[in-house]
Nanobody
Framework: QVQLVESGGGSVQTGGSLRLSCAAS????????MGWFRQASGEEREFVAV????????GYDESVKGRFTISRDYAKNTVYLQMDRLKPWDTAVYYC???????????????WGQGTQVTVSS
């Protein structure tokens, strides 16, 4: 059974930094896409960043490009999201998600964590 457990959320001021972690367990994540998504209050969930577990290739939403960095640690089976120069509109619940790239054709990822709150104050 796949488990994704996020941690590292919190409250910071504008311009601050946070690092989110996603501990993944329950299976091999070879060939998986590991993504971060976020959902602000009253808004739809949106894509933030993705990394290929094997390739390490990363992609970002334009709104976070140059400020956020996604990475993964094989030994710890963990995916990270380093968030720098945070802005109030980054405030949201951040979710880690996983999807087998071999079966993915778009839409929702198959596996999700419970989310962690990030609050950025001005």
């Amino acid at each position: 059974q796949v488990q994704l457990v996020e941690s590292g959320g919190g409250s910071v001021q504008t311009g601050g930094s946070l690092r989110l972690s996603c501990a993944a367990s329950g299976r091999s994540f070879d060939s998986f896409l590991m993504g971060w998504f976020r959902q602000a209050s009253g808004e739809e969930r949106e894509f933030v960043a993705v990394i290929g577990w094997n390739s390490g290739s990363a992609g970002y939403d334009e709104s976070v490009k140059g400020r956020f960095t996604i990475s993964r640690d094989y030994a710890k089976n963990t995916v990270y999201l380093q968030m720098d120069r945070l802005k109030p509109w980054d405030t949201a619940v951040y979710y880690c998600a996983a999807q087998d790239a071999r079966t993915y054709s778009g839409g929702e990822y198959d596996y999700w964590g419970q989310g962690t709150q990030v609050t950025v104050s001005s």
